[in-house]
């Protein structure tokens, strides 16, 4: 893998991009990797019903990998009952636990109500973006592991198109410190109540605004650049950082100075500016 530890998250995020393909490549053909993808690819079309997913170890690890559930493999009678519930009772299980990639797998394999058979295994495109998804999770995950700037907002990126509500960030732990930063509100503001957080990012930004990717490359760049300033992680060389320093000497309104959220009206004891 191309290490992006010791650089600025916007130069971090370019050389992801520039090699991405030739990473996505060695993530394909690394032994576990590969043997993971050939299972996936030779049983998913076999297998009937839940109770079979978690009884079939590599494929069943395959899918835990494929969105991001690495660490809670382990939890094999959670993760059935789960996929056994039935979304459309809002009591069921898969509406009442909070980690947004839980939901995201169970919809996306699509297990009838009990744990039935999903018509999407046997489909040859769902299974290749599957298989897409499973090493773009690697690489995210690797990149995040060398630089917590960029996985952020590699994290977001990947994450931008499916984004509804502002509900949709802030049960995202990794949307919610994204969005902070990039939107230059204060860590302390998680522990305001979760509906007047939402409040206060559509007071800053136009969430309808993500549908459009030129948006979402503005606003990654807006964090990278405000993120390496506040983390101290930004050097002279960084193109993010001297983007920024443009900006703010410039005169742009909208440019990528850092901010300050006025929030005691919201806060009653307030937390002091930020940073």
Same mark, same amino acid.
């Given at each position: 893998?191309?290490?992006?530890?010791?650089?600025?998250?916007?130069?971090?995020?370019?050389?992801?991009?520039?090699?991405?393909?030739?990473?996505?490549?060695?993530?394909?053909?690394? $032994? *576990?990797?590969? =043997?993971?993808? &050939? /299972?996936?690819? %030779?049983?998913?079309?076999?297998?009937?019903?839940?109770?079979? #997913?978690?009884?079939?170890?590599?494929?069943?690890?395959?899918?835990?990998?494929?969105?991001?559930?690495?660490?809670?493999?382990?939890?094999?009678?959670?993760?059935?009952?789960?996929?056994?519930?039935?979304?459309?009772?809002?009591?069921?299980?898969?509406?009442?636990?909070?980690?947004?990639?839980?939901?995201?797998?169970?919809?996306?394999?699509?297990?009838?109500?009990?744990?039935?058979?999903?018509?999407?295994?046997?489909?040859?495109?769902?299974?290749?973006?599957?298989?897409?998804?499973?090493?773009?999770?690697?690489?995210?995950?690797?990149?995040?592991?060398?630089?917590?700037?960029?996985?952020? $907002? *590699?994290?977001? =990126?990947?994450? &931008? /198109?499916?984004? %509804?509500?502002?509900?949709?960030?802030?049960?995202?732990?990794? #949307?919610?410190?994204?969005?902070?930063?990039?939107?230059?509100?204060?860590?302390?503001?998680?522990?305001?109540?979760?509906?007047?957080?939402?409040?206060?990012?559509?007071?800053?930004?136009?969430?309808?605004?993500?549908?459009?990717?030129?948006?979402?490359?503005?606003?990654?760049?807006?964090?990278?650049?405000?993120?390496?300033?506040?983390?101290?992680?930004?050097?002279?060389?960084?193109?993010?950082?001297?983007?920024?320093?443009?900006?703010?000497?410039?005169?742009?309104?909208?440019?990528?100075?850092?901010?300050?959220?006025?929030?005691?009206?919201?806060?009653?004891?307030?937390?002091?500016?930020?940073?």
């Amino acid at each position: 893998m191309i290490p992006l530890g010791g650089i600025g998250t916007g130069l971090a995020v370019k050389l992801f991009d520039s090699t991405r393909e030739k990473q996505l490549d060695l993530i394909e053909h690394d $032994a *576990l990797n590969a =043997r993971q993808i &050939a /299972a996936f690819s %030779e049983r998913i079309a076999t297998i009937g019903s839940a109770k079979e #997913l978690i009884a079939d170890t590599e494929v069943y690890t395959f899918v835990m990998r494929a969105f991001d559930l690495k660490d809670q493999i382990f939890g094999k009678a959670l993760i059935r009952k789960t996929l056994e519930s039935d979304i459309a009772d809002r009591g069921a299980l898969v509406n009442r636990l909070t980690d947004p990639r839980i939901r995201a797998m169970y919809e996306a394999l699509g297990f009838v109500p009990d744990g039935g058979p999903s018509a999407n295994f046997a489909d040859a495109e769902w299974q290749q973006g599957m298989i897409e998804r499973f090493k773009e999770r690697i690489l995210i995950n690797s990149a995040s592991e060398d630089n917590t700037g960029a996985g952020l $907002a *590699l994290e977001f =990126r990947s994450k &931008a /198109a499916g984004i %509804e509500t502002w509900m949709d960030v802030l049960k995202d732990e990794d #949307l919610g410190k994204f969005m902070r930063r990039a939107l230059g509100l204060p860590d302390e503001m998680v522990k305001v109540d979760i509906d007047r957080q939402a409040a206060l990012f559509a007071q800053k930004f136009d969430i309808e605004k993500l549908k459009d990717p030129a948006e979402v490359d503005r606003l990654v760049a807006r964090f990278s650049a405000i993120y390496d300033a506040i983390e101290g992680t930004a050097v002279q060389s960084n193109a993010a950082v001297l983007l920024m320093e443009g900006a703010v000497s410039a005169g742009q309104g909208g440019g990528f100075s850092v901010i300050t959220a006025d929030i005691p009206s919201i806060i009653q004891n307030g937390y002091g500016r930020y940073r």
